[in-house]
């Protein structure tokens, strides 16, 4: 494999030192870089890097020289939570929306979840993952180099199987590293609304050992909401999930105060994602811990809720982290410079702060940080180019339009 020397890199960011695996607070905010570099890739890892001003002596034999022409150079976006295998677009909810219906008024009347769910049980795992690709190819355009993907809009074993299997087959496929979330506890389909336990018991004793023996899924998710699962049916979950070693990464207090993330906490969450609606305790129960927060606000931008308190969260010591949600009903995007910019704009995280929440913290929330998430030797050269900006405030300023001029994963120009 041919080694990639980046020259000429305006300013070289992230640069944590390999025993940081997550940021919390204060530390947030703390971004080292350096001006003016140059960086190393061999075997697919950044090998080394240093100042232009001195070049190593001694190269590796097979080069290939890259001069970045004074862009930044940043690790790859780490997207910890998102749906991209799905059916089908579902633009004629946006029109809904548009016209002043709510989330949960559209799934009331048929959307939402249950839309997606009908459409995936008519996929073929081919379709899925021809559609999944070409979504994923877009992601990588726009900077994405580690993503998760879940599971749920299954609902029955043989799909949720087969959705699983897509992100398998994407694992296999892709150069990103992936990380596959089970979420059949995503909503009840139509025949188990008035019978949560039968479904329940479908995951608990058909789903998760099938998944558990094939090695389909690394986390458990649920939807812990009002109408979809409570306190006590996520509890349930979440400790059959742990006999089969699948550690949660949950969604909680997307639409109301759930008890999700206290929950999410009990066991040890990796992450409780979303907190569009937050309070006190939530904050509390997130303080100096160990389970991150990850806020979603292209989510709350699409479907016009509020969006989460980032600022009560840092200055309650909790690790913060930005991912896409990509999805077809509550954010449609995976675009994480769009993300940056909203984390900037309507979190109010510093620049520096929402760019360790979309790398570093991002990777942890994946359990992916020991090995990407920020510019440290040793780690996957999994990187960005920009073209040459006038300072880092300038990516998450410039909403809406791409900086990004090249994108390298292993090593490798894509
Ligand atoms: O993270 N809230 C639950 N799940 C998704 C939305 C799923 C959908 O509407 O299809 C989310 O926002
Ligand atoms: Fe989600």
């Given at each position: 494999m041919a080694s990639l020397l980046i020259t000429h890199i305006g300013s070289l960011i992230g640069l944590h030192s390999e025993n940081l695996l997550m940021l919390r607070g204060a530390e947030m905010a703390m971004l080292p870089r350096l001006e003016n570099a140059w960086l190393l890739c061999e075997n697919g890892l950044i090998s080394d890097f240093g100042s232009m001003e001195a070049l190593p002596a001694q190269l590796p034999n097979e080069l290939e020289t890259?001069?970045?022409?004074?862009?930044?150079?940043?690790?790859s976006w780490c997207d910890s939570h998102s749906h991209i295998v799905f059916a089908a677009p579902r633009e004629e909810e946006f029109v809904m929306k548009i016209a002043g219906k709510s989330y949960e008024e559209i799934a009331a009347a048929g959307g939402g979840i249950l839309n997606s769910a009908a459409k995936m049980?008519?996929?073929?795992?081919?379709?899925?993952?021809?559609?999944?690709?070409?979504?994923?190819?877009?992601?990588?355009?726009q900077g994405t180099g580690a993503l998760e993907i879940k599971s749920g809009y299954g609902l029955s074993v043989d799909t949720e199987i087969k959705m699983l299997k897509v992100i398998r087959r994407l694992k296999e496929n892709?150069?990103?590293?992936?990380?596959?979330?089970?979420?059949?506890?995503?909503?009840?389909p139509l025949a188990y609304k008035n019978d949560h336990q039968a479904y329940i018991s479908i995951i608990i004793n058909q789903m998760l050992p099938q998944i558990a023996t094939e090695g389909l899924a690394d986390y458990m998710d649920v939807f812990c909401e009002q109408g979809f699962f409570s306190v006590e049916e996520t509890d349930q979950l979440l400790s059959a999930a742990a006999k089969?070693?699948?550690?949660?990464?949950?969604?909680?207090?997307?639409?109301?105060?759930?008890?999700?993330?206290?929950?999410g906490v009990?066991?040890?969450?990796?992450?409780?994602?979303?907190?569009?609606?937050?309070?006190?305790?939530?904050?509390?129960?997130?303080?100096?811990?160990?389970?991150?927060?990850?806020?979603?606000?292209?989510?709350?931008?699409?479907?016009?809720?509020?969006?989460?308190n980032a600022r009560a969260l840092i200055q309650a010591n909790a690790?913060?982290?930005l991912a896409s949600?990509?999805?077809?009903?509550?954010?449609?995007?995976?675009?994480?410079?769009?993300?940056?910019?909203?984390?900037?704009?309507?979190?109010?995280?510093?620049?520096?702060?929402?760019?360790?929440?979309?790398?570093?913290n991002g990777a942890a929330a994946m359990e992916l940080s020991a090995t990407t998430?920020?510019?440290?030797?040793?780690?996957?050269?999994?990187?960005?180019?920009?073209?040459?900006?006038?300072?880092?405030a300038f990516l998450p300023y410039s909403f809406g339009q791409s900086q990004i001029k090249t994108v390298i994963l292993n090593g490798k120009i894509q």
């Open positions: 890259f001069s970045a022409e004074g862009g930044y150079v940043l690790p049980q008519l996929a073929t795992e081919d379709m899925l993952f021809q559609a999944a690709s070409l979504r994923l190819n877009d992601m990588i355009k892709f150069e990103l590293p992936i990380k596959a979330s089970f979420l059949a506890a995503h909503a009840f089969y070693g699948l550690k949660p990464k949950i969604h909680a207090n997307q639409l109301s105060v759930s008890g999700g993330v206290q929950v009990k066991h040890q969450a990796v992450s409780v994602d979303h907190l569009e609606a937050t309070d006190e305790a939530t904050i509390a129960a997130l303080s100096n811990g160990n389970t991150i927060a990850t806020l979603l606000p292209s989510c709350s931008f699409y479907l016009g809720i509020p969006f989460a690790p913060v982290a949600d990509y999805n077809p009903g509550s954010s449609p995007s995976g675009n994480m410079n769009f993300v940056l910019s909203l984390g900037c704009i309507k979190l109010k995280m510093l620049p520096e702060e929402a760019i360790n929440a979309c790398t570093l998430g920020s510019i440290t030797k040793g780690k996957k050269a999994n990187l960005i180019i920009t073209r040459a900006i006038s300072s880092l």
